[in-house]
């Protein structure tokens, strides 16, 4: 492995990571905005474990829609890297 290659594998590591924190950032701004109170308060303030084990999993299961996202981008634009190659066994 060259070094051009390991340069594009941080490149693009560093350029979807930054992408995913971003994304993740709106994610948690759109959560802030559809609901009807403040979650700072409400988790910071008031204590609500609750909020924030709701809020956790919200969170969670938005990562991995973007990183689901991301692979599947990585994935199509270079076809066959990424990809797991299954074997199959031929019966005799």
Do not use: H
């Not at 930054?18 to 109170?37: A, H, K, Q, S, Y």
């Not at 910071?44 to 938005?62: H, P």
Request: proline content about 2%; charged content about 15%.
């Amino acid at each position: 492995m060259d070094m051009a290659q390991i340069l594009k594998g941080v490149i693009s590591s560093a350029i979807y990571g930054l992408l995913g924190i971003i994304l993740m950032g709106i994610g948690f701004w759109i959560i802030n905005l559809v609901t009807p109170f403040s979650v700072k308060k409400e988790i910071e303030t008031d204590q609500n474990t609750s909020l924030g084990i709701i809020i956790a999993g919200v969170i969670i299961g938005i990562s991995i829609i973007i990183a689901s996202a991301i692979i599947d981008i990585n994935v199509t634009v270079s076809p066959g890297q990424g990809k797991v190659q299954q074997k199959t066994e031929q019966k005799k």
